[in-house]
C-alpha cells in the first residue's frame, strides 16, 4: 500500500454500528467502487494497444511506453531471477530485479486533492526512471517490501525499502540515490513480507511470522533518519480467540512473539477528515489476514485491538457444507483451508478462501466470503455469503505456494483473481456464470504485480508491460475494431501462380501497394513464383532497402546478432501467416476471413489435405529466402522472451507443420481419445465451436500451437491414473497415449535430422533449445516428464499383463530418448558458454535419473540401450558389473575409447572400492593397448601402480612406489609400516643389490623411527589426545617431545636416551642443536636442586636423571665430551629460569662436570 499525503479515502470501511443480525443466505453487496469508463485518462490522446480479447473482457496496453531502463532490466535478466513490482494509486510504480530497484511515474493526477471526477494523464517525466541500490541480502528483495511516499510540493517522492533480513533504507528523495539513511528492525532471523503505508504515522512492517513493526522515517534537526519500534502483539493473537484489547505496548522482538500462522494481506485505510482536523488527527484503520483469522487495529496517537475474528471453523464449515455436501461435523478433519486475500467493502470485507479435501479429489476449490464486521469482537458464526466459484486447480504439496496462491481486486460486481501465471475474472455478484480465464500470457511471461488504479484494474506483466483488463461493454475498443478491416472481395477469375497457391491479380497488386511489410514480403514471395524477379526485388529493395537484397551474405565479421530487424520479424511473421492460414477453400471459415489478403496454399476441404498444402507452400516460401539471399542476412529474434536465431524459427513451424500432419493421420485411428483432448485444447485457449465448424477444424487451423495437445493429453493420462479404473485398464490407456505421443514427437525429430534448416550460423552466445525439449506454454517438456512418470508408476508398474508391461517398457525407453535428446541438442548449441558447466551437471542428474529408473525394474537391456546412445559410462559399466558381461566391457572400451572410457571404468572400480577385481579383470585381459591404458592410469594412483609392478615383475619399481607412499603418509603409522615393510619384501625380492643397498638404509631408518613412537607411553600418548591404536605419522621431533614431555612423568634416563638417539634424524641443525639442549635442559628440570646435601656433592649428583642420563650415555659407548653438553650453553637456557641464579645448583652441576670428565 503507498501513499499521498494530500489524498483522502474514498471507500469507508467503519465497523457498522447498528445491523441486523447476519443471515447465510445473504447476497453479495453492491460495492461503493463505481467502474467509471472514462477514469483511465483521456483514451482519444492516448496509443492504446489491443493485447487479448475474451467474450466478455478486454486486454489493454495501458499508459506510455516503459522507460529503457526498466525493459532492458526485464529483457536481460537471468531466466531465473524473481522480479515484482508495484503499482501505486498515486500513479508511480516500481519494480525490483535483484538489488536493482527501478521507480518511474506512469500517471499522474492533474492537481486536483478530490477523487470525485479525478481523470489520469499521461506523467510529464513519464518515460524518466530512477534507479537506486537495495541493501545487500541472502534473500530474494521484492517490491512488497518498498514503499514510495509523494509528499505535497516536492517533485520527487521519497522511497523506503526493507530486505527480507529486515534492514531498513530511506531515501529522503529518489533524484538522490547516493543520499540515504538505514536502520535494523532486529528481527532477529524473522523473514520480511510487506511494508504498509500508515500516512503520517509510518509504515507497517510485518513478518511472514506475524511480527509487526512501525518504520518511521523523520526529520530531526534538519537530519533525515528512520527508526523501527517493535508492536509487541498481546498473547494469543492470530491464535484463534476473540478478545478485546486496549493498547499495543512497544518493546523489543523476542522469540516468544515468532508465529507459525503467515500474514496473508495488509490493509491499512486512511480515515475521513472530520471537523477540520487533519488526516494525522485520526487513527489509521488495519486489518490483518492471516492463514486463519482477521484482526481489526486502530493506530495513531494511541494503538488499539478493535476486534479479532477466529474464520478457519466457519471457512471449513462453509466449503463443507456448499462444495462436498456433507454436514460440517463429518468429513472435516482431513480437509485443510487457506485465507489468501481480503479486500474491503461497504460495511465489512471480502475474503478469498481455498480449500481441500484429499479423501474427496486433489483438485483446490476456491470461494469468496463476505463478513459485515459489527461492534463486537464477537467470532462471526458463518459467513454473511459464502460463493464457491467455478474453478479449480490441480494441488500437489510438492509444489511451489505461489503456483495455486491467488490474490484478487474487486472491480464493481467482479473479482479479478491472479497469481504469477494466470488471471482469472469472477462474477461475484453472479455466481452460476462460469468464470473469465484470461489467455493470452506465454509460458516464460509472468505477472509481477497488479492493483486498482483509478478505478481500473492495472496489472504489470513480464513480457507486456502494464495492462489494464476491463469489461467488453462500453470500453475503449475503437481501436480494436478499427485494425479489423472489412474482408477484401476476391476475384472470381483468380491465376493459378504455382501448384497449391492461388492469388487473383487485383489481390497481387493489393498486397504489393499495402504498407504493411508483412504483405510485401508476401507479394515479393507471390511475385518470385510467377518468375516475375524484377518485382520480386523491386518489393524487398522498398522493405529493407538497407539489406541489399540479392548481392550476397551478411558480413563475415558480424560476430554478433542483431536483435529483432525488421526482416527478421516480417520473415517470420510471413511464415507465420502461412502456417496458421484460415483454409480459403472452406466455406465455412467465410466468416473468419483474414483483413489481408491470404496465400490460399490449398483449395482442399479435407484437414489433412489442407496442412500439406501448407507444408508445400512453406517449403517454397523457404527456397524463396534462400534464393533471394535473404536466408544468410538473418539473425535472431525475440519469441516468448527468449532470444532464439531466426533458421531456428523457421524451422520449428517447419517441425509443428510435420507433427500436425502427423497428428491428423493419428486421428482418426484414436479419436475416441483424441477429440475429448483436441476439444479441451479449444476450451483453454476459449475458441469453442459455433456454426459449422468444428473443434478440429479450429485446433488443426492453427498449426503454431499444434503442440498444445501433448500436454493436455499428458493432464488426461495423469487423470485416468487417479481414477478408480483397474491397473490394466489404466495400462491400456497410457499406452495409447504413449503411442500418439512418440509418433508425432518421433515423425518431427526425424524430420529435424534428414532436414538441413538447421545448418545455420552458429553465433556466439546463441542457444538452440528446441520446442520439444522447451518446459512451459512454448513447449511439451513438461509433458513429456509428467507422461513418463505416469507410465513408469502407474503403467509398467503395476500392469499385470506381461505383453503390455513389455510394451510400456519400450515406450519409456522412448520417451526417455527424446527428452534426453532435446537436452543434448541445448548442451551442444552452448558450449564454450559460462553456462555450459552448470547444464551438463544438470543433464548428467537427470539421465543419470531416468536410466536408474530402468535398473530399479531390472530391465539392464533397455537401460543399456539409452547408456550407450548418451554416453552414461556410469550406467554402461554397473550393467557389466551386474550382469558379469566382461566382454561386453571390453567391446565399450574399444567403442568409447576417444571418450576416455577406460579412464572412467579404472576410477569406477577404485570409487567402489574393487581394486582387487581391477587388477584382476584387466591386467591379463586387456590387449597392449589396454594395458598401457591401465598402466598410464594408474600412473596417478600410486596405491594401485605398485601391485601392478609386482604383478608385472618389476620388483624394483614397485619397491619405489611403495617408499613414495609411506614418505608421504602422514595419517596412519600403521599404513607407513605396511608400505615399508613391502618396500622391503620387494626390494629383497628385486635381486638387485645396487639397489637394495641405496634404498635399505632409508627404510630401516624410517622403521626405526615408527618403533621409536610405537614406544612411547601409553599415558603420555593418551595425555596428548592420541587414540594408541589410530596413531598418526609423527615427525622425529614430535617423537623427541612427547618423550621428554612433563606430562611424561614416569620417564627415565632411557626415555631421555631414546630422545637423544632420534635427533641424527632431524636434518636442520639449528633444529637438532636447539632440541639436544632441550633434552639435557628438560633432565635437570625433573629434579630438585636446592636444599640438597653438599656435604656428599658427588653422591647427590649421580642420584640427578641429569648424570643419570650422562652415565648411560657413558656406558653406551661415548666419551664425556661427546656427551655432556658445554655448561655455558646450559646456562643459557632460559627454560632453568631462576635454577640458573642459584649458587647450590651451580656448584652441583660443576662439580658433576668435573667428575664425570676425569673418567
Known amino acids: 500500500m503507498e501513499w499521498n499525503q494530500s489524498t483522502k479515502k474514498s471507500l469507508n470501511v467503519s465497523s457498522v454500528s447498528a445491523r441486523s443480525p447476519i443471515h447465510s443466505k445473504r447476497n453479495f453487496p453492491s460495492y461503493s467502487r463505481k467502474t467509471n469508463r472514462s477514469s483511465i485518462g483521456s483514451r482519444a490522446s492516448q496509443s492504446r494497444k489491443v493485447v ?132 535494523n528492525a532486529d528481527l532477529q532471523g524473522q523473514e520480511c513480507d510487506s511494508l504498509t503505508y500508515l500516512g503520517p504515522h509510518g509504515c507497517l512492517l510485518a513478518t511472514t511470522t506475524s511480527t509487526i513493526v512501525l518504520v518511521v522515517p523523520q526529520v530531526i534537526d534538519g537530519r533525515h533518519s528512520v527508526f523501527c519500534r517493535a508492536l509487541k502483539t498481546p498473547q494469543g493473537w492470530l491464535g484463534g480467540i476473540s478478545r478485546r484489547f486496549s493498547s499495543l505496548i512497544f518493546g523489543s522482538i523476542s522469540a516468544a512473539q515468532v508465529m507459525e500462522v503467515r500474514i496473508s494481506r495488509v490493509i491499512a485505510v486512511c480515515p475521513s477528515e472530520l471537523d477540520g482536523g487533519t488526516a494525522s488527527d485520526h487513527p489509521w484503520r488495519v486489518s490483518l489476514l492471516t492463514g486463519h483469522s482477521l484482526q481489526h ?66 483438485l483446490m476449490h476456491y470461494a469468496f466470503g463476505t463478513i459485515f464486521a459489527e461492534e463486537t469482537s464477537t467470532s462471526p458464526i458463518k459467513f454473511a455469503s459464502f460463493c464457491p466459484i467455478k474453478y479449480t486447480s490441480l494441488y500437489r504439496e510438492e509444489e511451489e505456494l505461489k503456483s495455486w496462491n491467488y490474490h484478487f ?77 472489412e474482408d477484401s472481395n476476391v476475384s472470381e477469375h483468380s491465376q493459378l501462380v504455382s501448384d497449391g497457391l492461388t492469388v487473383s491479380m487485383a489481390e497481387l497488386e493489393e498486397m504489393s501497394l499495402n504498407k504493411d511489410s508483412t504483405s510485401k514480403l508476401k507479394a515479393a514471395f507471390l511475385n518470385y513464383i510467377r518468375k516475375d524477379r524484377a518485382k520480386c526485388e523491386a518489393l524487398l529493395q522498398e522493405l529493407i532497402p538497407e539489406s541489399s537484397v540479392g548481392r550476397g551474405p551478411r558480413a563475415e565479421g558480424s560476430s554478433k546478432a542483431d536483435l529483432d530487424r525488421l526482416l527478421d520479424q516480417v520473415v517470420v511473421a510471413a511464415s507465420l501467416n502461412i502456417i496458421d492460414e484460415i483454409p480459403d477453400g472452406d466455406p465455412r471459415w467465410s466468416d473468419s476471413k483474414q483483413a489481408s489478403v491470404s496465400l490460399k496454399t490449398t483449395s482442399s476441404l479435407q484437414i489433412l489435405n489442407q496442412l500439406q498444402g501448407k507444408q508445400k507452400a512453406l517449403e517454397m516460401y523457404l527456397e524463396f529466402l534462400k534464393a533471394m539471399l535473404i536466408w544468410d542476412k538473418l539473425s535472431s529474434i525475440t519469441v516468448n522472451g527468449r532470444i532464439v536465431l531466426t533458421w531456428h524459427v523457421l524451422a520449428e513451424h517447419e517441425e509443428k507443420l510435420v507433427g500436425a500432419i502427423s497428428l491428423k493421420a493419428l486421428h482418426p485411428i484414436h479419436n475416441g481419445l483424441l477429440d475429448p483432448v483436441i476439444k479441451r485444447v479449444q476450451v483453454e485457449r476459449g475458441k469453442l465451436a459455433d456454426g459449422c465448424l468444428t473443434h478440429v477444424d479450429l485446433f488443426f487451423k492453427e498449426v503454431s500451437r499444434v503442440h498444445e495437445a501433448i500436454p493436455l493429453l499428458s493432464q488426461y493420462s495423469e487423470e485416468v491414473a487417479q481414477s478408480s479404473r483397474s491397473p490394466d485398464e489404466v495400462a491400456t490407456i497410457l499406452a495409447e497415449a504413449n503411442s500418439i505421443i512418440l509418433t508425432v514427437l518421433q515423425d518431427v525429430i526425424n524430420f529435424r535430422r534428414q532436414n538441413d534448416r538447421l545448418s545455420a550460423p552458429n553465433l556466439p552466445g546463441m542457444e538452440y533449445l528446441p520446442w520439444t525439449a522447451s518446459s512451459g506454454k512454448a513447449g511439451v517438456a513438461d509433458a513429456l516428464f509428467l507422461q513418463h512418470s505416469i507410465t513408469l508408476k502407474n503403467g509398467m508398474r503395476l500392469a499385470g499383463n506381461p505383453s503390455l508391461r513389455n510394451q510400456l517398457c519400450d515406450q519409456l525407453v522412448s520417451l526417455v530418448d527424446i527428452i534426453l535428446d532435446g537436452c543434448r541438442c541445448h548442451l551442444e548449441s552452448i558450449k564454450g558458454t559460462g553456462e555450459y558447466a552448470s547444464c551438463l551437471q544438470q543433464y548428467e542428474v537427470k539421465r543419470s535419473a531416468y536410466i536408474k529408473a530402468f535398473f530399479d525394474e531390472r530391465e539392464y537391456e533397455r537401460a543399456a540401450v539409452l547408456a550407450e546412445k548418451f554416453c552414461d559410462f556410469e550406467a554402461l559399466v554397473r550393467i557389466c558389473d551386474i550382469t558379469g558381461n566382461d566382454e561386453r566391457m571390453s567391446e565399450y572400451q574399444d567403442r568409447f575409447e576417444e571418450q576416455g572410457f577406460s579412464n572412467f571404468l579404472y576410477a569406477w572400480y577404485i570409487r567402489e572400492n574393487k581394486q582387487g577385481d581391477l587388477l584382476e579383470k584387466f591386467r591379463d585381459s586387456c590387449s597392449v593397448r589396454g594395458v598401457e591404458a591401465l598402466r598410464s592410469f594408474l600412473s596417478n594412483h600410486p596405491s594401485m601402480l605398485w601391485l601392478m609392478n609386482v604383478f608385472e615383475g618389476e620388483n624394483v619399481k614397485a619397491s619405489d612406489t611403495l617408499r613414495m607412499l609411506a614418505s608421504q603418509e602422514k595419517e596412519s603409522i600403521t599404513k607407513k609400516k605396511y608400505m615399508l615393510s613391502m618396500a622391503k619384501l620387494s626390494l629383497l625380492a628385486s635381486g638387485s643389490a645396487v639397489a637394495r643397498e641405496a634404498a635399505m638404509g632409508w627404510i630401516n631408518s624410517q622403521m626405526t623411527l615408527i618403533e621409536s613412537q610405537e614406544n612411547l607411553p601409553e599415558s603420555t600418548v593418551i595425555n596428548f589426545g592420541y587414540e594408541p591404536d589410530k596413531m598418526p605419522v609423527l615427525t622425529p621431533s614430535e617423537i623427541i617431545k612427547l618423550y621428554i614431555a612433563d606430562e611424561c612423568v614416569d620417564a627415565t634416563e632411557y626415555e631421555f636416551s631414546k630422545a637423544l638417539d632420534l635427533l641424527p634424524m632431524i636434518e636442520s641443525d639449528s633444529e637438532r642443536e636447539e632440541l639436544w639442549l632441550t633434552v639435557w635442559c628438560k633432565s635437570i628440570l625433573r629434579d630438585s636442586w636446592l636444599d640438597v646435601d653438599s656435604c656428599v656433592p658427588v653422591e647427590t649428583c649421580q642420584r640427578k636423571l641429569f648424570f643419570k642420563l650422562v652415565e648411560l650415555s657413558l656406558l653406551m659407548g661415548k666419551t664425556p665430551l661427546e656427551v655432556l653438553p658445554p655448561i655455558d650453553k646450559v646456562m643459557a637456557m632460559e627454560d632453568l629460569g631462576t635454577l640458573r641464579d642459584s649458587k647450590s645448583f651451580q656448584y652441583l652441576l660443576q662439580i658433576g662436570y668435573e667428575h664425570y670428565m676425569k673418567l
Not at 130 to 138: G, V
Not at 142 to 154: F, H, P, Q, R, S
Not at 301 to 318: G, V
Not at 423 to 445: G, L, R, Y
Open 52 to 183: 487479448a480479447v475474451t467474450p466478455r473482457h478486454v486486454v489493454e496496453s495501458c499508459g506510455v511506453s516503459l522507460p529503457v531502463l526498466v525493459a532492458e532490466a526485464l529483457g536481460f535478466a537471468d531466466r531465473g531471477a524473481s522480479g515484482s513490482v508495484r503499482i501505486s494509486t498515486t500513479g508511480w510504480a516500481w519494480l525490483v530485479i535483484g538489488r536493482r530497484l527501478f521507480v518511474w511515474q506512469f500517471r499522474r493526477f492533474p492537481g486536483a486533492h478530490s477523487h470525485e471526477g479525478r481523470r489520469w494523464t499521461v506523467a510529464v517525466a513519464a518515460g524518466q526512471c530512477r534507479e537506486l541500490n537495495l541493501p545487500p541480502s541472502d534473500l530474494s528483495h521484492k517490491a512488497d517490501l518498498v514503499c514510495v511516499i509523494t509528499n505535497e510540493g516536492n517533485h520527487f517522492p521519497s522511497c523506503v525499502a526493507v530486505t527480507p533480513e529486515g534492514t531498513v533504507r530511506y531515501w529522503p528523495s529518489i533524484a538522490h540515490e547516493g543520499t540515504s539513511v538505514e536502520d
Open 409 to 485: 481486486i474487486l472491480h464493481g460486481n467482479s473479482a479479478i483473481m491472479f497469481n504469477y501465471k494466470s488471471i482469472i475474472v469472477v462474477p461475484v455478484s453472479s455466481p452460476s456464470e462460469e468464470p473469465d480465464k484470461i489467455e493470452f500470457m506465454t509460458s516464460d511471461d509472468r505477472v509481477l504485480g497488479g492493483a486498482l488504479c483509478g478505478n481500473v484494474p492495472l496489472f504489470f506483466l513480464k513480457n507486456h508491460g502494464l495492462l489494464s483488463i476491463l469489461p467488453i461493454e462500453g470500453s475503449s475498443m475503437d481501436a480494436f475494431n478499427n485494425s479489423i478491416m
Open 297 to 362: 487495529w486502530l493506530i495513531g496517537a494511541s494503538e488499539q485491538l478493535i476486534a479479532e475474528y477466529d474464520l478457519d471453523r466457519i471457512t471449513r464449515d462453509s466449503f463443507q457444507q456448499t462444495v462436498w455436501r456433507v454436514e460440517p461435523s463429518i468429513g472435516g478433519s482431513e480437509s485443510k483451508v487457506w485465507l489468501m486475500d481480503m479486500q474491503l467493502i461497504d460495511g465489512g470485507f471480502m475474503v478469498l478462501a481455498a480449500a481441500i479435501n484429499p479423501s474427496c479429489s486433489s
